[in-house]
């Protein structure tokens, strides 16, 4: 699967040519989902390449003279099929049984910056970064909670010691957020007919981009019949209302909206959903993203391998294009307890999707995609006592900030005493998880806080206030391993007012208030 951000998905580095998509603006117009272009000639060329090999999908980067007409001929005379083009950024995807499909175009260089398979299986009618399984709430529970709870708060949020780490709790009693904000949850959809969750639910601003192309149609962004329910537990963190049931998120006020990139029956996250969820948000006005996970099927995408580098320069150019329309990317740092800012780091689980084999790769160079991209931000994840969470990777530069995302070792003074995360599952009940992919959402809150107050406020202005606003933490002495032991935190580093478990702090949602 896809990993998924209860932690979040594996880190990601520096974009590769980046710089291409301020000349891709002027490329010719083509649709969004246009059928494939040739001529008689191109379809003759097309019938001769060779279909021997597995159905892969693919993404193509044009380069910046380069015009969409031209790609998609020459994707059909190397015998693919274009699915979608993005004239706004430069990036096809297309799919093809050729095995050479992809050395063919790199070939073309006049047209072609960049071409890359998505995935290493052959394609079938995700991953998260959470850790572990959901623990359901009991009626039981429930009741026991609702009990507790005093004047003014959610029958649940007894439980809640996450919003009581970053203050939301306080922030509530000035400002819940703004339905003018919108919180897109790119993940593998969400339950929007939960009690908790259908008030704040954006339809307009909803769709499924499994397979590259926006389904917009009634539902299509529900989590699939046996699916997952990471979606649905990230958007109750975010935005589950005041409304009497249940639990509170950490902006109440705000609205939520799910683009569902996850692939049926394996939730893998591959690059073409990935690129047309950042897309759809940057055409419907989305504020905020949240991505807690890593895009399949490389933990980490080595820019040195032809088809890894295509899938950071096609991610890459739709952050920046969204981020360019007003929206901020938010993202876990994933579950792996690896140093993102180390010199070496070892990827046992890639390719997900077929075989993995042991590789040692170099953080700087090989990224966790989305989460090393510029203009994104990095989340790390906490406890209830403060410390890094056991499971939680982290890297002084690349972490950004810290939030709650749970840890089972480090026991909060609640009713069930449970370290995990509180917050909406599918079907209108309520299950703890622990993660990265849980800690995102409480930082894409706090984000959507800030830009109710700052309306006019710029993606990187509102990643500024986001570090200057954060509890500053520092390296602590000891924190837990995924024994439950305390070790010395000795792997801890600190600089320039930064740690590299924490970034810039532990945000904080009542400045965001105030």
Sequence with gaps: MAHLGSGRRHALAVPVGLALTASLAFLPSVAASAAPLGNTADAATASKADTTGPKLSYVANLNSYATVTAAKKAIER?????????????????????????????????????????????????QTTEEGATQRLSEADAAKAAAQAQEGQEPLESNQWDLRTIKADEAHK??????????????????????????????????????????????????????????????????????????????????????????????????????????????????????????????????????????????????????????????????????????????????????????????????????????????????????????????????????????????PATPDANGRVLSTVPGGGYGYKQGTSMAAPHVAGVAALLKSAHPSATPSQIQAMLKGQATKASCPSQIYNSAGTLIDATTCQSKWGQTGYYGYGVVDALKAVK
């Excluded at 015998?79 to 993005?86: H, I, L, M, S």
């Excluded at 908790?196 to 639910?201: K, R, S």
């Excluded at 807690?292 to 080595?302: A, H, R, T």
């Excluded at 990095?378 to 530069?397: C, E, H, I, M, Q």
């Design 78 to 126: 190397a015998g693919g099929t274009v699915v979608t083009a993005y004239e706004e950024i430069g990036v096809v995807v297309a799919h093809s049984q050729n095995p050479d499909f992809a050395k063919q175009l790199r070939a073309q260089r006049g047209l072609f910056v960049s071409v890359g398979a998505t995935r290493t299986a052959p394609m079938q009618a995700v």
């Design 174 to 411: 000035i400002n819940d957020g703004s339905q003018d904000v919108t919180v897109g949850i790119i993940d593998t959809g969400v339950d929007d007919t939960h009690p908790d969750l259908a008030p704040n639910f954006s339809k307009e601003q909803s769709a499924n981009c499994v397979g590259g192309v926006a389904d917009t149609t009634e539902g299509a962004w529900r989590p699939y019949a046996d699916g997952s329910d990471h979606g649905t537990h990230v958007a109750g963190t975010i935005a589950a209302p005041r409304n009497g049931i249940g639990i509170s998120g950490v902006a109440p006020g705000v609205k939520i909206a799910a683009i569902k990139v996850s692939e049926p029956g394996t939730s893998l996250f591959y690059t073409e959903a990935v690129v047309c969820g950042f897309m759809f948000a940057a055409e419907k006005g989305i504020e905020v993203t949240n991505n807690s996970y890593y895009v399949d099927p490389w933990l980490y995408n080595c820019k040195a391998d032809d088809d890894q580098k295509a899938l950071v320069e096609a991610i890459g150019r739709a952050t920046k294009y969204a981020e360019r329309k007003g929206t901020l990317h938010v993202a876990s740092a994933g579950n792996s307890n690896h140093d993102l800012a180390g010199d070496s780091i070892l990827d046992d689980s890639s390719p997900n999707d077929t075989t993995p084999g042991p590789r040692t790769i170099d953080p700087k160079v090989c990224l966790d995609l989305p989460t090393q991209l510029p203009g994104v931000v990095t989340v790390s994840a906490t406890g209830d006592k403060g410390l890094r969470s056991y499971y939680s990777s982290y890297g002084l530069g690349v972490v950004d900030v810290a939030a709650p995302g749970g840890d089972k070792w480090q026991v």
